[in-house]
């Protein structure tokens, strides 16, 4: 049994101690009861050995870039700032040559990734998006592309007609070489329904992350906290990942993404608290057993609230990005991106390895 800071005389936190120091699975039942208990030390501590567990004190980070082809969609999820209308002001569709010339102002050679996601937009065709990442693979070879969300690879299916494995085969022969994770949002339909989550359903998202493990993909997922969903919806979601890695052990990593208010302005009470950041990230990593990481999102959170989180759990703190948009059209505080040598510096002030990566989490150089 671990140690914990305060010794508990609360049985049920006794009881759970118990199954993670035997590592034995948390239940529905577990992590509801950790979202209610007010011991976020034990919390914290208890998932803080099963990162060390897994990762030692190594802390990954990749330089990479956020791009974006188009912010035009045809769905108007209610927690959504980044998309427009096609004929509204400052709605844009990049063509590939755009981009290019984009990337090439922006880019140095430290770059590993691009990460793209963007708005569904149905005044183009499939088309657009395949010549979209065949253009920059052709243009940056060395670059990874890590594009699209399952939301997205669904509405690519509609707009095409092919299937899901056809959309992807298509975009992997064009240069995509793993799925991003957004468009989670909160797994439950019932959620969805009340959030106006017009696009890619529970079984849908989780469909094309299954499709992509089968034809031998690498992927990331997400949930998006912090609104009308209960702390058992929360746990439904990682359960319902937590079953699918079991199935196909496609998933690299879990970011909980904290929900932004949509106007920069908001109070703090319009935010989630630090308390319940940390505590999500926690048992994240308590429940999600079977995925190796959970990343510390210092686009949602803040850098110094990431490094607190490097202690609760987390083993991956993303990356440089580079203009991030989507969460700062809805309200972010944080930096657009951070550079590579205050990442580094972000880890190892919080006692952590610094570890720079590939997407796939092949170790590129360790600071010791």
Known sequence: MFTTVTPSTDKRMAEIVEKVSKGERL????GV??????DLLTI????????????GKKVYFIENMSLYFTNVCESYCAFCNFRKDQDEEGSYTLSGEEMIAYVEQHIHPGIREFHIVGGHNNHVPFQYYVDSLKALNERFPDV???????????FFTR????STAE???ELRKAGLQSLTGGGAEILSDQYREKMKVDKANVDQYLDVHRTAHQLGMKTHTTMLYGSIESHEDRIRHMIQIRELQDETGGFMVFIPLSMQPRNKNAGIMRRNSAYE????????RLMLDNIQHIKAYFINIGVQLTQVALSFGASDVHGTILKERISHAAGALTPEGITR?????LIQGAGRIPVERDTFYNEIEIFE
Not at 33 to 38: A, E, H, T, V, W
Not at 44 to 55: F, I, M, P, S
């Open 277 to 284: 950041d940390l505590k999500t990230i926690a048992i994240s």
């Open 33 to 38: 009861y950790l979202y209610k208990s007010d």
């Open 167 to 169: 959309v992807l085969t």
């Open 341 to 345: 040598k205050e990442l580094i510096w």
């Open 144 to 154: 990874t592309i890590k594009a699209y969300t399952a939301a997205e690879i669904e």
């Open 44 to 55: 914290g501590q208890l998932a803080n050995e099963v990162n060390l567990r897994k990762n």
């Open 159 to 162: 707009i095409s007609g092919l």
């Open 27 to 30: 239940t529905l039942e577990d």
